[in-house]
């Protein structure tokens, strides 16, 4: 995250809990965590008032959002390319109304989409707007992890990995590019089983693993896999 030049917040929300980083010119001032007692809109419902009049970026857990890779789509226009994303994920997923988001990267290579439930998100503003806090951005947290740790990986090819409690995105990153990404419901045994699965369908012998795995210390995966460990000091922490 970049320097902050004022008050703001970052608030990490998975469905057990929201994490609530206070930031002053840049600088950590203070992290609470909230337990859930009901779902996550009314948790920040309940405690984003003490906080009025700050600005906030919200941090969703892999919980929350879908992913899916796109190929590049030259011959489409911004509209027919959310309408078609929209109709992938309905193909996968079901029907229901989502808000998409693309995450473009070099032209002519495959690119990263996203979807929230827009219910879900309408909530979470109303939650906002309600409280007083001004909510900046929405961010899902594979990418704010990703985009934090890219400095660190030195790999041209590599694996990424993002282990949340119950749930993990794997990701296939060559020069830059994302190739694969999955998501895996469960805990560490099921995301190494899933990577090993991602590694045979992708036909890739490589091993270099970017583990982001802030609450899970003391790992040991399986396999020949060279493990780098990112996030210790995790700026997210959903």
Known sequence: MSLLSRETLRIALSPERAIVSFFSRGKLVSKNTHAAEGNAVELLSAILPESRGKDATLVLSSHFVKFMIIPWQEALSEQELQAMVAHR????????EREI???????GAPFVASAIDRGFLEGIRQAFSSSGVRLRSVQPY?????????????????WFVLMEKGISCIARIREGTWERLRQCRGEIDEAWLMLEREAVLAEDAGRNVYLYAPEHHGIHPEGKWSVHFLGMEDKAGA
């Open 89 to 96: 994920f309905s193909e996968i997923h079901g029907e229901g």
């Open 101 to 107: 988001r693309i995450s473009e990267g070099k032209i």
């Open 142 to 158: 594979l990418m704010a992890a990703f985009n934090d740790s890219r400095k660190e990986m030195k790999e041209a090819s590599s």
